[in-house]
């Protein structure tokens, strides 16, 4: 898409240029992968000088954050939740996404992003890119495991069905439950997901 | 909607006469419930004699699982997977569920499902009223559970989770997992929330 050239008629300041910056990243990220994409070609597509991508998102990881739009930075959400004992691990993991459910002021974006991703294949091709490439460094940083990136894919899978048992479908009485209640029992399953035995290596049970 | 005669112009036998009566059934459960819905009255609100609901759908828990608009009746297939032994409870239902994901034909009307349940409130209302309906009379002839309800609330949403993560995101490596080792990753999770400590009642980890 897009010529190489600045757009004549955009100026910097306008109110449009972050969001043209965010379109043409989505576009290239969701083309090209994440290593296929520069801030530059990013830049050009979008009509606006070069620095004006840094100057409004950082880093191309910040940019590819911003693409994810999401209500939070998952690198710092997860970041703060991941490292600790092994044996917390899915709690601390459970505790974190319910709050972000809960918290009344996300919850309308999380749904708009979660309607999204189900029917956008842009938006589904962005996430697929970013859930390994924010979740199996912070994983394999807890511990170290050779199936990270499958257990970090299990680990999504029961958050999103979560979100969609609990506020989309709104299903009782899990919709109901008491957030407390609610994250004691995802935490073994998220435990099991990221840490549990592989299957073939279990003893027993 | 619909007045209360039969309508005028339909002929019993006209190919919408079993899409009219399915479209009334859905309006009608999404807006009454199940125990609120009479076969009369979906045959009224279709424009179509009563006997005409018997006669292409048979019962009123009959209508309710055509109105669910699934590619298998949900009854049969966990009928056959739940009873067992309760050890092997959690790989039945991972062994069934991923069978039917696996099954080609089945899989774009499970995925249209899917999305229409993301997005239309009535479809999420039927859903909200038939998980509970077949489910929980099914777990509880394997195990009498008083907190069934939530335990076949929080089953599905870890069945959600993997249909959206492999099948619409297409997260991998988890969309590439060969059937038999995606059994292998859900059978233990599923087996704690369908029959696993309660919170409070666990014993150690």
Redesign the interface.
């Known amino acids: 898409m897009g010529g190489p050239g600045r757009g004549p008629g955009r100026r910097p300041g306008s109110p449009d240029t972050r969001g043209a910056i965010l379109a043409a990243a989505r576009s290239a990220f969701a083309a090209r992968g994440f290593d296929g994409t520069s801030t530059r070609a990013v830049a050009a597509a979008a009509g606006v000088a070069p620095g004006l991508v840094h100057h409004f998102f950082g880093t191309k990881d910040d940019l590819f954050v911003a693409a994810l739009n999401l209500p939070f930075d998952p690198r710092k959400v997860l970041g703060a939740a991941l490292p600790g004992p092994p044996?917390g691990l899915g709690r601390r993991v459970a505790t974190t996404v319910v709050g972000l459910w809960e918290d009344e002021a996300r919850r309308e974006q999380l749904l708009a992003f979660?309607?999204t991703?189900?029917?956008n294949p842009e938006a589904?091709g962005i996430?697929?890119m970013g859930?390994?490439a924010v979740g199996v460094p912070l994983l394999r940083s807890v511990v170290p495991l050779a199936d990270a990136?499958?257990r970090v894919?299990?680990a999504?899978?029961?958050?999103?069905?979560?979100a969609?048992?609990?506020y989309?479908?709104?299903?009782?009485?899990?919709a109901s439950?008491p957030p407390e209640?609610l994250v004691?029992?995802l935490a073994?399953?998220l435990q099991?997901?990221l840490l549990?035995p592989s299957?073939?290596t279990?003893s027993g049970?």
Do not use: C, K, W
């Open positions: 044996e979660l309607r991703v189900m029917t589904a996430v697929r859930i390994p990136e499958v894919n299990l999504m899978s029961q958050i999103l069905g979560m969609v048992t609990r989309v479908i709104g299903l009782e009485p899990l439950l209640q004691d029992r073994p399953v099991q997901h549990g299957p073939g279990a049970g």
